[in-house]
Nanobody
Framework: QVPLVESGGGLVQAGGSLRLSCTAS???????????MGWYRQAAGRQRELVAV???????NYADSVKGRFTISRDNAKNTVYLQMNSLKPEDTAIYYC??????????????WGQGTQVTVSS
């Protein structure tokens, strides 16, 4: 069973919005230390970078580049994390990866990764 399944990527014009979703296999959370979920992204030719993190209790952390534009949320009953992306810019173009692991919002250590979903923002 695939541990993380993402959806919601696509092509959007600058200034537009997209919402990414990611559902985790319930078996992942049977491991007590696995409780935080997050999104990373990787643009062509660049290193993978943290976008946003949310703990089981709702604590969040964002990259400076997306603060005020992106919102991470989760539905614990559905084992699902969301990333609402507004005011998108061409520099947000990247493959977005869902992940889950342990640690707090500022000490997150991802363990399981999704396959990635492409987000392309045209100028």
């Amino acid at each position: 069973q695939v541990p993380l399944v993402e959806s919601g990527g696509g092509l959007v014009q600058a200034g537009g919005s997209l919402r990414l979703s990611c559902t985790a296999s319930g078996t992942i959370f049977s491991i007590n230390s696995i409780n935080t979920m997050g999104w990373y992204r990787q643009a062509a030719g660049r290193q993978r970078e943290l976008v946003a993190v949310i703990t089981r209790g709702g604590g969040t952390n964002y990259a400076d580049s997306v603060k005020g534009r992106f919102t991470i949320s989760r539905d614990n009953a559905k084992n699902t994390v969301y990333l609402q992306m507004n005011s998108l810019k061409p520099e947000d173009t990247a493959i977005y990866y869902c992940n889950t692991g342990n640690g707090g919002s500022s000490s997150y250590r991802p363990t399981y990764w999704g396959q990635g979903t492409q987000v392309t923002v045209s100028s």
